[in-house]
């Protein structure tokens, strides 16, 4: 059986944030040959084309985590109607310099869970045309646009009942969808 690394990019920073619990519960609904590793970027300095030729330790190590990873699982808020300038920052960082971006060929999953009505909908619309510029081939369906809500959570931080059937049916179109893009 092939194993999968999942590299999962988390656009808030906010320690208890809802999209990093929902990026934690929803590794609990993949199967077994996956595991999912968390990617540090917030420690990431502001993006200037003047570094590209000395990049920051902490930007090769993500580079190489996304780099050793099968796929892309982005989780994000939605900030003024976009993506987060913190997940910009490091989308930028993974594509430069030109022409050795570490995003292009990894399929890519877009989810992300927010108290308003209409989720994260265009942050993720956003993300979905910036990972389209980029290569990395996103799933386009289910679309998962969440709101935060009592009972969304369940005790343990894993998703309550009423979302599970739901978020289990987006991660198994995710899952099939990477292992559709492993050549």
Not at 18 to 45: M, S, W, Y
Not at 133 to 141: E, I, M
Not at 146 to 154: N, S, T, V, Y
């Amino acid at each position: 059986m092939s194993t999968y690394t999942i590299a999962v990019i988390v656009g808030s920073l906010r320690k208890d944030s809802f999209n990093r619990t929902l990026a934690t519960a929803l590794v609990k609904l993949a199967p077994p040959e996956f595991t999912f590793k968390q990617l540090e970027i917030g420690d990431l300095p502001l993006y200037n084309q003047d570094d590209d030729g000395d990049q920051a330790p902490s930007v090769k190590r993500m580079k190489s985590e996304i780099a050793a990873a099968n796929g892309l699982l982005f989780v994000t808020p939605e900030y003024n109607r976009s993506i987060p300038g913190v997940l910009k920052n490091a989308i930028d960082h993974g594509s430069r310099p030109y022409g050795q971006s570490v995003w292009a060929g990894k399929p890519a999953g877009v989810i992300g869970i927010s108290v308003g009505a209409i989720g994260t909908a265009l942050a993720q619309q956003h993300l979905r045309n910036v990972l389209a510029y980029l290569d990395a081939p996103t799933l386009g369906a289910p679309e998962a646009f969440l709101q935060a809500k009592d009972g969304f959570f369940d005790a343990d931080g894993g998703i309550g009942p009423e979302s599970k059937a739901f978020l289990q049916g987006w991660m198994d179109r995710y899952t099939a969808w990477v292992k559709q893009h492993q050549g």
